[in-house]
Nanobody, 125 residues
Framework: QLQVVESGGGSVQPGGSLRLSCAVS????????IGWFRQAPGKERERVSCISRTYGTTDYADSVKGRFTISGDNAKNTVYLQLNSLKPEDTAVYYC??????????????????WGQGTQVTVSS
């Protein structure tokens, strides 16, 4: 079965950095996209970033542009999300998810069929 596992979360002070990892295993196709989502208490889940393994393209939410960087290591089937200049409003559970479509990186949450368990990111003084 396909598995998606996030790691790298933790607690940092404002302005700090974290690097999240998303390891995907058991997927039979090389044509998919990996999206990072986050959900804070009382808020809807939002897509933070996405990378397409098909096209090598990346996408970011406006709220994180210039601060977060998504990258992938295809040989390791791992996607990273580098979180820099973290703000308290970045506090959330961060999820990694797979959009299995050829034209991946959908804006729609329902297009992501496989989800990890989430990793907590806490930014506070």
């Amino acid at each position: 079965q396909l598995q998606v596992v996030e790691s790298g979360g933790g607690s940092v002070q404002p302005g700090g950095s974290l690097r999240l990892s998303c390891a995907v295993s058991g997927f039979t196709s090389d044509y998919y996209a990996i999206g990072w989502f986050r959900q804070a208490p009382g808020k809807e889940r939002e897509r933070v970033s996405c990378i397409s393994r098909t096209y090598g393209t990346t996408d970011y939410a406006d709220s994180v542009k210039g601060r977060f960087t998504i990258s992938g290591d295809n040989a390791k089937n791992t996607v990273y999300l580098q979180l820099n200049s973290l703000k308290p409003e970045d506090t959330a559970v961060y999820y990694c998810a797979v959009d299995p479509r050829l034209f991946g990186c959908s804006r729609a949450i329902d297009d992501y069929d496989y989800w990890g368990q989430g990793t907590q990111v806490t930014v506070s003084s």
